[in-house]
């Protein structure tokens, strides 16, 4: 198994430019997310799915947007990169829809620079 | 009050030592209780629940006070590689997240 997979690695974008952050996993899980993390802001929940076809609000979702159309994927929309945005984010997954009982499983990461 | 508090650190200890580190919640509604270990650069990995009756793994014993709203985490004989940052976890009252504190980071030095 994979894992969870995250595309890009790094990335650089302009002010205003949209762009998708990649996530996949090979577990069959139900539960996955997003999170960025600041310096001395810790990891904060952007959105959340509980299965396919099924996502919802983080701590901090403006300026992001999530689908979940199979299992084993979730992407992160940037609509209109701004450098508040620039950060690392992190997508997990979870076996079951309890996202918060169960182990988390991170992906390595993509580290966003917005210009 | 922040959800999860924790000391931020860094902690400098020699090999060998003993470190704990302490964390607080803010919300009596949360069940599930949680370290992760994150390693610099690096995602974050789980690295033991917490468990009402406290528990340990090891050199690693985990410790819970739902009274307090406390968690702790000790960590006996230090060895290098214990160097990282150290996540206290709780989930959401909804159940349906995860929320972490900022970390303590630990150095361990021979």
């Known amino acids: 198994n994979a894992g969870v997979t995250q595309t890009p690695k790094f990335q650089v974008l302009k002010t205003g430019q949209s762009m998708t952050l990649q996530c996949a996993q090979d577990m069959n899980h139900e539960y996955m997310s997003w999170y960025r993390q600041d310096p001395g802001m810790g990891l904060r929940l952007i959105h959340y799915?509980?299965?396919?076809?099924?996502?919802d609000q983080g701590e901090v979702p403006n300026g992001y947007n999530v689908s979940r159309s199979t299992t084993e994927d979730f992407p992160l929309r940037l609509l209109s990169a701004a450098p508040s945005q620039t950060s690392v984010y992190f997508c997990?997954?979870?076996?079951?829809?309890?996202?918060?009982?169960?182990?988390?499983?991170f992906g390595p990461g993509t580290r966003l620079t917005v210009l | 009050r922040k959800e999860v508090e924790q000391d931020p650190g860094p902690f400098n200890v020699p090999e060998g030592a003993t470190v704990a580190f302490n964390c607080t919640y803010s919300n009596s509604a949360s069940q599930s209780f949680f370290w992760y270990r994150q390693d610099c650069r690096k995602e974050p990995k789980l690295l033991m629940s917490v468990y009402s009756s406290g528990n340990e793994d090891g050199r690693f014993t985990a410790q819970l006070n739902r009274a307090s709203q406390y968690i702790s985490l000790l960590i006996r004989d230090s060895k290098l590689s214990d160097s990282a940052t150290y996540l206290c976890v709780v989930n959401s009252p909804a159940g349906t997240a995860l929320i972490f504190g900022k970390g303590t980071t630990l150095s361990v030095s021979s």
């Open positions: 799915s509980v299965g396919a076809g099924i996502t």
């Open positions: 997990a997954s979870s076996l079951t829809s309890g996202g918060g009982t169960d182990t988390q499983y």
